[in-house]
Structures are given as structure tokens and as C-alpha cells.
């Protein structure tokens, strides 16, 4: 069974950082790409990050592109995403996800096992 574990949520003020980590069992995860997603308040759940297998290639969204990095260890079978600089906009439940793909998973339906999530609030 896949299981995906996020922490590392909480509430920060504008201008500040966070690092999330998400902690994965279940599945050989030095073989497959990883990715965060936020589901903002109301809104669709939205890409924010992904990183391949080797950890040598990374996408992000537009508007995280310059303040966030993903990065794994494989070693830990984790995957991180430091947010700095972060702005209200970035509010929501952050999920973790793996994807049956080594690379290139930039869309929700790349994604087969997600996280329970977990939140972030960034205040003004």
C-alpha cells in the first residue's frame, strides 16, 4: 500500500518561508517523479511543482517559479518544497503526490497516489 505523509504546514506572514516534507512508503521512490499541488480556498487543486526521478529536473508553475523548490532525497524516501518569500495567494492545502511517470508529471491525471494534504496560510 502507497502511502504519502505531508508536514511541515502552518501559518506564515507575508514575506516568510516554509518547508514542506512529505514522507512516501510503499513504493520503489527513486523510480518515479513527485509533485505538489495546492487546492487554494474555492479553487480547483492546481500544479505548483514537480521533480523527475533523479532529482536532476524540475518544473514549477509560473507563479511559484523564483520563491519555491522542490527537491528529494532518495536516501529518505522524501520530497521537500521550501516556499520563500510567499504571499497570501499561496494560502491552501498543499498535496503531495507521486506519479507513475519518471518525469514530466505537470497535470492532476499524472498523479495516481496523493497525500491527505496539509495547510498553509500566509498572512497580509
Known amino acids: 500500500q502507497v502511502q504519502l505523509v505531508e508536514s511541515g504546514g502552518g501559518l506564515v506572514q507575508a514575506g516568510g518561508s516554509l518547508r514542506l516534507s512529505c514522507s512516501t512508503s510503499g513504493r520503489t521512490f527513486r523510480d518515479y517523479a513527485m509533485g505538489w499541488f495546492l487546492q487554494a480556498p474555492g479553487k480547483e487543486r492546481e500544479f505548483v511543482a514537480t521533480?523527475?526521478?533523479?532529482?536532476?529536473?524540475?518544473y514549477y508553475a509560473d507563479s511559484v517559479k523564483g520563491r519555491f523548490t522542490i527537491s528529494r532525497d532518495n536516501a529518505k524516501n522524501t520530497v521537500y518544497l521550501q516556499m520563500s518569500n510567499m504571499k497570501p495567494e499561496d494560502t491552501g492545502v498543499y498535496y503531495c503526490?507521486?506519479?507513475?511517470?519518471?518525469?514530466?508529471?505537470?497535470?492532476?491525471?499524472?498523479?495516481?497516489?496523493w497525500g491527505q494534504g496539509t495547510q498553509v496560510t500566509v498572512s497580509s
Open positions: 503526490a507521486s506519479s507513475p511517470y519518471v518525469s514530466g508529471a505537470t497535470l492532476i491525471g499524472d498523479y495516481d497516489y
Open positions: 521533480i523527475n526521478w533523479a532529482g536532476g529536473s524540475t
